[in-house]
């Protein structure tokens, strides 16, 4: 498999313990559930291709790995992430409290124009529901997040999660408002990109000092 890609964007999964952060990675990757027979210690890294309208964008997700109650190994975990995954689990409202500890961590420690998606998951287990969805909406407003309820058991919105946060990247891109170029932004240029760049430019106009007139 080819792999060529536009770019590479650095991404984080952070939360609470046990609210399915490694499931969720595992289930980007692996399109299934991390069942709990499966003992070996948690995957800390994957990476994978996604086609997000058109660009072939590399994302280098790092897991926590049980770490999650140790403070002082998070700022070399955060430095340089262009993305993140905030997790809480849905039926449970202590993670969903610890949210904002997470937050200013992440904007703190992270990249300045870190992207973040909250994610409420384990959706399917909606009868156990501690934290409503329209709750958990207000806050990702008021706090500038995207937001999504996704379940690593079933799949639903995992994707959806991880693609969300690479397009609004790009989309910050585009608009000059994120420079790919700066130095801890998360993001890097892939093979394509790089080709594209080296391709002679068209002509540009003059600039008025290059101009005799
Ligand atoms: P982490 O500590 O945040 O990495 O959480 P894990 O990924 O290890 O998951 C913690 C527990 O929640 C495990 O028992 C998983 O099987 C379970 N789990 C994770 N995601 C889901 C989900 O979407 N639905 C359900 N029902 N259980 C989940
Ligand atoms: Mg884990």
Aim: charged fraction near 25%; charge should be neutral.
């Amino acid at each position: 498999m080819s792999e060529t890609y536009d770019f590479l964007f650095k991404f984080l999964v952070i939360g609470n313990a046990g609210t399915g952060k490694s499931c969720l990675l595992h289930q980007f990757i692996e399109k299934k559930f991390k069942d709990d027979s499966n003992h070996t210690i948690g995957v800390e890294f994957g990476s994978k291709i996604i086609n997000v309208g058109g660009k072939y964008v590399k994302l280098q997700i790092w897991d926590t790995a049980g770490q999650e109650r140790f403070r002082s190994v998070r700022r070399s975990y955060y430095r340089g992430a262009a993305g993140a995954l905030l997790v809480y689990d849905i039926t449970s409202q202590e993670t969903y409290n610890a949210l904002t500890n997470w937050l200013t961590d992440a904007r703190m420690l992270g990249s300045q124009n870190i992207v973040i998606i909250l994610c409420g998951n384990k959706k399917d287990l909606d009868t156990d529901r501690e934290v409503t969805f329209l709750e958990a909406s207000r806050f990702a407003q008021e706090n500038e997040l995207m937001f999504l309820e996704t379940s690593a058991l079933t799949g639903e919105n995992v994707e959806e999660a991880f693609v969300q946060c690479a397009r609004k990247i790009l989309n910050k891109i585009e608009s000059g408002e994120l420079d790919p170029e700066r130095v801890g932004a998360g993001i890097q240029y892939g093979d394509a990109a790089l080709r594209q760049l080296r391709s002679p430019r068209r002509a540009q106009a003059p600039s008025a000092q290059e101009c005799g007139c």
